[in-house]
């Protein structure tokens, strides 16, 4: 039994919150989804495979290790783990990984033809790091959808550092990051909006 410390309990909250909030939105519909945090010590909490992420407990948060392995005997971590790792591999900086399964992201990931979706003049945009002000656009990189993570992760790995507005895998979701949870949900939160509001335009 790995001991649960005022950090890691700090941690697995931010989890399950982050799990309720997403299933507010409709973002993780059934047992979709994977939410996960990097400690400043450097440890990483994930939710355990399967389950609803509206209805997380600190049990439902595993500890990994950087290569995507849970440390205790006979845990399982989600299936895509290593999407997780990858982006705290890569960023120093990251805290939070959040990864959902929205309505928007899947429809217009299966409708689109360009390899990103590009996200013009919002004034949501300056929600994205390094954005001051909308008048601006950003590419969110569209990926194929893969049962292989591990060669998704290679696919996404040439475009890490240059996706502000996270990422999106065709007809199957996001990937948004940042330094924190707070961070974090609130570039989902921007995302989501945005694509919804491409959505409706394409209505139109
Ligand atoms: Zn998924």
Not at 1 to 26: K, P, Y
Not at 45 to 65: C, N, P, Q, W, Y
Not at 130 to 155: C, E, M, W, Y
Request: proline fraction near 5%; charged fraction near 25%; charge should be neutral.
């Amino acid at each position: 039994m790995l001991e649960h410390d005022t950090a890691w309990r700090q941690a697995a909250q931010d989890i399950v919150r982050a799990g309720q909030r997403m299933d507010q939105r409709g973002w993780v519909p059934a047992t979709a989804g994977n939410i996960s945090r990097r400690l400043a010590d450097g440890r990483i909490a994930i939710t355990r495979s399967g389950g609803h992420k509206g209805f997380l407990t600190e049990d439902d948060v595993i500890e990994i290790d950087p290569a995507g392995r849970p440390r205790a005997d006979g845990q399982r971590a989600s299936a895509e783990t290593l999407l997780h790792t990858q982006i705290y591999a890569h960023d120093p900086r990251a805290g939070a990984v959040l990864h959902g399964h929205s309505v928007a992201a899947t429809v217009l990931s299966m409708a689109a033809t360009a390899p990103a979706i590009r996200l013009t003049d919002y004034e949501v945009l300056k929600v994205f790091e390094g954005q001051k002000t909308h008048a601006t656009s950003i590419d969110v990189p569209i990926f194929d959808n893969d049962q292989d993570i591990a060669r998704l992760a290679t696919a996404v790995a040439p475009f890490l550092g240059k996706m502000p507005g996270g990422y999106v895998i065709r007809g199957h979701g996001v990937y948004v990051w940042g330094p924190d949870m707070p961070t974090a949900l609130a570039r989902l939160e921007g995302l989501e909006f945005l694509l919804a509001c491409e959505l409706e335009r394409r209505k139109q």
